[in-house]
């Protein structure tokens, strides 16, 4: 749906073509134009939301789930958009689609999907704006859904780590939807009972204890989808 006012100007340009142009060419040219206005406020929506191109035609719909546990995620995230959930953690391998997930999340809820990694390149640059990195927090702790992806590269030590406590912390207490997305396994499923790549042992206790509360952790297994001829049909 385009903005009444840009409507208008694609009117308002072309409206005094008519009569020396026929009809039909001059709203076949207003079509073109109201098309490619849409195109922009798309791909406008798209990077406001983070969500990569690779995503952007990615849906709940379209999620082909072959394992008990890719059913599992989708009904998952189907549940954190209707707002029966507030939190969501999908932990598994590589190419189960976990980013094509959180990415038809965030495009029905609205907010922001980053890798923790971005969101550590954009809390270091914002240091270099006044009030930038009030700014960034004010956003992370308000969208309606803020999804972290490959939330594995949060090192504790890091400043990121306190800021994404807080920035958790916050968005529990607003009762916000957040979706955590990590390669990493539960503890229970470690095979030596306890290595840098256990969910929990990247979460400091206060988030554990919110997160323990209400959030629906889904282990999603299945086939990497970027394998050749994993997609079978698809
Ligand atoms: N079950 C699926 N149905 C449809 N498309 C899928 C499915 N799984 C993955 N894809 C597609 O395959 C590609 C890789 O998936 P995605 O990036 O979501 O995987 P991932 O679980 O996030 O992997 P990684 O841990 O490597 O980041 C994407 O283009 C995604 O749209
Ligand atoms: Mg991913
Ligand atoms: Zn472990």
Known sequence: MLPAET???CFLTLSHLKGYLRDDVVDAEMQRR???A?????????????IEPEYRDATLDNYVCRTESQAEALAAARD????????LVLLGGNGVGKTHLASAVIRATGGVILTAFEMGLRLRDSYNTRGGEDTLLDRWTHVPCLAVDEWEKVKQTEHLAATLSYVLDKRHTRRLKTVL?????????CPSGGCPGCFELSLNDAII?????????????????RKKGARGGH
């Open 7 to 9: 409507k208008a100007a």
């Open 34 to 36: 109201e098309r490619e």
């Open 38 to 50: 849409a195109e922009r406020a798309e791909a406008e929506a798209m990077r406001r939301m983070n």
């Open 80 to 87: 954190i958009v209707s707002g029966k959930i507030l939190k």
């Open 181 to 189: 997305i990590s390669n990493q396994h539960l503890r229970r499923d």
């Open 209 to 225: 204890s919110r997160f323990r509360q209400d959030a629906r952790i889904v282990r999603v297994d299945g086939e990497d989808w």
